[in-house]
């Protein structure tokens, strides 16, 4: 009967509406519970008071001084690393068609670590001070970008085509940054190699602005494509006969998806594994429907990243495991569930 | 009446010409069959038609030029179902149809896109399939999944490329009665490139048949299809059966040499 056809579908829409809203309640949780974690106890209920009463008037105990200055730019930029990059990975898996796509598979990450490397072995940066690195990695991130748009545009901004252009730039700056480790010192290929496995321990608030403004920004625009990446799916040919443009909607969500990134790792490092596997689990949970699957991928990816933070810092306390790696031990379980899982050939 | 009109039309890639300054007129209401060997231009022509591709000529539709028109309006008015699909996304049924309804919806769709969507899983008898993985669905089940999706654009005309290709002898006729019938209960315009000489005899109201690019003839099958053409235009012996109804049933019988 066609009214169970529909009632069926909303059905399914109610489920999706009802993950969403768990998955943000867990994430309130899950944020009470990493500013918990530190030297200084507190309880949960504590954080909840000290953060609802900061916002409007912040305080002058030690608590207060923890949370707002030390805990809570932490994990506010955990929620917005881990957002951004579980958006930009779902778009990316959608416009290349390729479920192996993430931030990092343009190879952009690359040509962030041979900026912020040429700051930390040569000094050398676009701006001076103490943000040297940070703005190096974001202008080199860019400069990358735009190559691969260029090198991409003369092939039609085909996925095959984003995705060689890439590869392409990703060895050319993994050899220039294996050419600066090659002259640099042993002090400055240590703090390189921090660089590269990430940390949110270099979060302030002055960072945290800027991402979020970068989201905020970005992350409405994506999910207004959110239907032509659904129809994007089926193919180029069959998209246009649906009315996406699609050589459009490439540029734009590609452009915003650099500038996500770009505006994370240069104030992170390279975090990998949540861009890949955020929207791999959410696709799993929502289905593929973009205008649920982007939204439940950012709340997933900022979900996973803060719970990797909780875990490298705790697990060796005080020792603090860099989270990029701790980001690949959660990934690599997942992504091995997620291939056993597969059903067939597709994804 | 005219649906359609192509006038002139021509498209090269890169290397070499393609299409070759192609006229001809869609009635409204009917079912327009382009058939050629491999290789002859009929998908090409079919992908010029909504501008998937950008020809040289004109395609006028209902007095306005396609591509003139935005994208979008393109979309309102003509449906597309292509050869074949990349396997995608895993996605049901529903979700699958409901991207037909993306040029007229917004972000959300309406009670209307989703009265669209029950309506044409029920006219293509797949209403039972709405909540199934697309992809473990067999051939023929997809390819109404993909024609319903198509008219959930509400389309005027219906663009089908080589719509039985990949079906049994059931699902052949079960699609091709479901076009048809399409055509009359609604009067939507259907182009379709086919290889089956003999689908398209029972089930086009006019063919064209494609030689290198070219229109080689255009008629109704019955007059069309004669051995001699089907010698210039495939090469091929055949046999020339008539069913009860008077249509051609055409038996090919050995390839001949070109030239011979």
């Known amino acids: 009967m066609p009214e169970t056809t529909t009632g069926k579908y909303l059905s399914f829409v109610q489920k999706k509406v009802f993950f969403l809203a768990i998955t943000t309640i867990a994430l309130i949780l899950v944020v009470g519970i990493a500013v918990t974690i530190g030297s200084y106890d507190m309880t949960i209920t504590d954080v909840y008071r000290i953060i609802a009463q900061g916002i409007l008037n912040p305080g002058e105990t030690t608590a207060d001084l923890v949370i707002w200055n030390v805990r809570l730019p932490r994990v506010c930029m955990g929620i917005a690393a881990g957002a951004g990059l579980g958006i930009c990975g779902a778009v990316l898996q959608a416009i290349l068609r390729n479920p192996l796509a993430s931030p990092f598979t343009l190879g952009i990450t690359a040509a962030a670590t041979f900026g912020a490397s040429l700051a930390i072995i040569l000094g050398i940066g676009v701006f001076g001070g103490s943000y040297i690195v940070v703005i190096n990695a974001f202008i080199f991130t860019l400069i990358a970008s735009f190559a691969i748009y260029a090198l991409a545009f003369t092939k039609k901004f085909t996925p095959g085509a984003i995705i060689m252009a890439g590869i392409a730039i990703s060895y050319l700056f993994g050899a220039l940054t294996s050419f600066l480790q090659y002259v640099g010192t042993a002090d400055a290929l240590q703090q390189v190699v921090f660089w590269t496995m990430g940390s949110l321990g270099r979060a302030n608030w002055f960072a945290i602005h800027i991402v979020a403004a970068i989201l905020t920004v970005t992350i409405p625009i994506l999910l207004w494509y959110s239907m032509d990446l659904n129809v994007m799916g089926s193919g180029d040919e069959a998209a246009k006969s649906m009315g996406v443009d699609v050589g459009r909607v490439r540029v734009v969500t590609l452009v915003l998806t650099s500038l996500i990134t770009a505006g994370i790792i240069c104030f992170t490092g390279t975090i990998g594994f949540i861009g890949l596997v955020g929207p791999h689990i959410c696709r799993m949970l929502v289905g593929p429907d973009h205008r649920f699957l982007l939204p439940a991928s950012a709340l997933m990816g900022a979900l996973i990243l803060i719970c990797a933070d909780m875990a490298s810092r705790t697990l060796f306390a005080p020792q603090v495991i860099p989270i990029g790696i701790m980001t690949s031990f959660i990934g690599v379980p997942f992504f091995i569930y997620l291939f056993i899982k597969r059903r067939g050939m597709y994804w | ?260």
């Open chain 2, 1 to 260: 009446m005219v649906k359609i009109i192509i006038q002139d039309l021509s498209f090269r890639y890169r290397s070499a010409p393609v299409l070759q300054g192609l006229s001809f007129n869609v009635g409204k209401g009917k079912v327009f069959g382009l058939l050629g060997p491999n290789g002859s231009g009929k998908s090409t022509l079919i992908k010029c038609i909504n501008q998937i591709l950008r020809p040289q000529g004109r395609v006028v539709m209902d007095g306005n030029e396609i591509h003139r028109m935005h994208i979008s309006d393109v979309a309102r008015r003509i449906g597309y179902v292509p050869q074949s699909e990349t396997m995608g996304m895993s996605m049901t049924v529903y979700d699958a149809v409901l991207m037909g309804r993306r040029v007229h919806m917004g972000w959300r769709p309406a009670k209307r896109d989703l009265g669209i969507v029950d309506r044409v899983l029920h006219d293509m008898k797949i209403e039972n399939l709405a909540m199934e993985d697309l992809w473990e669905l067999s051939g023929g089940q997809r390819q109404k999944v993909f024609i319903a999706r198509a008219l959930a654009q509400e389309p005027e005309v219906l663009l089908l490329d080589e719509p039985t290709s990949s079906l049994d002898l059931k699902h052949q006729l079960d699609t091709m009665e479901t076009v048809r019938s399409l055509v009359s209960r609604s009067g939507i315009s259907v182009v379709m490139a086919i290889h089956d000489i003999n689908l398209a005899a029972r089930y086009a109201d006019t063919v064209a048949m494609i030689r290198k690019g070219s229109i080689y003839g255009i008629g109704s099958p019955r007059v069309l299809f004669t051995p001699q053409t089907v010698r210039d235009v495939y090469g091929v012996e055949a046999t020339f059966l008539y069913d009860t109804t008077g249509n051609p049933v055409i038996v090919p019988v050995r390839g001949v040499e070109e030239g011979a």
